[in-house]
């Protein structure tokens, strides 16, 4: 089982960015997505979540209106879009698949966002 995170990188604020989670070693379509990050020193928080068909989208209030997740079950991969960053969202960003009991993470993938 393997969640792979790519996308990560150093920008400017205002720039964007696509994450990108690739899902191998079970079956992707019928789990949840979560992406998450953190920064040293504090909790996990959960980004953006996408039901497994898709249709239900939730959004930290920090990010909302900023990013986007989306899914591709034919190609079992999550995205993560992120637009007009800021510092603030300087962190290790972690895919999370979740069905019932069993769940998977990401490596993660850094973000830093400054000028």
């Known amino acids: 089982v393997q969640l792979v995170e790519s996308g990560g990188g150093l920008v400017q604020p205002g720039e964007s960015l696509r994450l990108s989670c690739v899902a191998s070693?079970?079956?992707?379509?019928?789990?949840?997505i979560n992406w998450h990050r953190q920064v040293p020193g504090k909790e996990r928080e959960l980004v953006a979540h996408i039901s497994s068909a898709g249709g239900t989208t939730t959004y930290a209030d920090s990010v909302k209106g900023r990013f986007t997740i989306s899914r591709d079950n034919a190609k079992n991969t999550a995205y993560l879009q992120m637009n007009s960053l800021k510092s603030e969202d300087t962190a290790v960003y972690y895919c999370?698949?979740?069905?019932?009991?069993?769940?998977?993470w990401g490596q993660g993938t850094q973000v830093t966002v400054s000028s």
């Open positions: 070693g079970f079956t992707f379509p019928i789990y949840a």
């Open positions: 999370y698949a979740r069905l019932n009991s069993l769940e998977y």
